[in-house]
């Protein structure tokens, strides 16, 4: 079991930059892959970005070059910074660590961007 904390997050105007953070405890020595996903009011859940205990990153096209995915082995934590936040970044966020092809999921934090 991997049990994801997330902080962060909150209200901002287009434009501006905010930084999320996760923290993962638990079985954390079989973390592979971590990363973001989001979910805009009334849509799917979809990715933002994944990176893996190698450090090799995959973005969704929305965000490249606007956002940046790192990971800190040693503390078990995934963060993403986030600039140049757009009206339609507003989402919940949810930072997800795959553990021997099972997903974990975080309960969330709110991303408000206001144009």
């Known amino acids: 079991q991997v049990q994801l904390v997330e902080s962060g997050g909150g209200l901002v105007q287009a434009g501006g930059s905010l930084e999320l953070s996760c923290a993962a405890s638990?079985?954390?020595?079989?973390?592979?892959?971590m990363g973001w996903y989001r979910q805009p009011p009334g849509k799917q859940r979809e990715l933002v970005a994944v990176?893996?205990?190698?450090?090799?990153?995959n973005y969704a096209d929305s965000v490249k070059g606007r956002f940046t995915i790192s990971r800190d082995n040693a503390k078990n934590t995934v963060a993403l910074q986030m600039h140049e936040l757009r009206p339609e970044d507003t989402a919940v966020y949810l930072c997800?660590?795959?553990?021997?092809?099972?997903?974990?999921w975080g309960q969330g934090t709110q991303v408000t961007v206001s144009s």
């Open positions: 997800i660590a795959r553990v021997l092809g099972i997903d974990y």
């Open positions: 638990g079985s954390i020595f079989r973390i592979n892959d």
């Open positions: 990176i893996t205990r190698g450090g090799n990153t």
